[in-house]
């Protein structure tokens, strides 16, 4: 079984700073990409960011220049700082995986609970 934890979320002023977590952990054979998906009320889910296993990223337009993905060395682990943050930040941010659980399988997306993010006056 595969489990996506997150940690990071809350409120913040515009302007203001937030990392959000996300661990991986249970039994698999590689991680493709992680990434950070993110859902505001009435509006469907979008990508934020996303790390392959080469560390080549990709951002969505809105973010480029104010967040940063990264992940630890064991690549198990994937981080999101969010500088600049606007009101229109605010969403539900989802981390997702990309994993392979066994050698010569098809890879499969999981994803976390989510995690609040507020930003606001």
């Known amino acids: 079984q595969v489990q996506l934890v997150e940690s990071g979320g809350g409120s913040v002023q515009p302007g203001g700073s937030l990392r959000l977590s996300c661990a991986a952990s249970?039994?698999?054979?590689?991680?493709?990409?992680m990434g950070w998906y993110r859902q505001a009320p009435g509006k469907e889910r979008e990508l934020v960011a996303r790390?392959?296993?080469?560390?080549?990223?990709n951002y969505a337009d809105s973010v480029k220049g104010r967040f940063t993905i990264s992940r630890d060395a064991a690549g198990n682990t994937v981080y999101l700082q969010m500088n600049s943050l606007k009101v229109e930040d605010t969403a539900v941010y989802y981390c997702?995986?990309?994993?392979?659980?066994?050698?010569?399988?098809?890879?499969?997306?999981?994803w976390g609970q989510g995690t609040q993010v507020t930003v606001s006056s």
């Open positions: 790390i392959f296993s080469g560390d080549s990223t």
């Open positions: 249970g039994s698999f054979f590689r991680i493709n990409a």
């Open positions: 997702y995986a990309r994993i392979l659980r066994y050698s010569g399988t098809a890879p499969y997306d999981y």
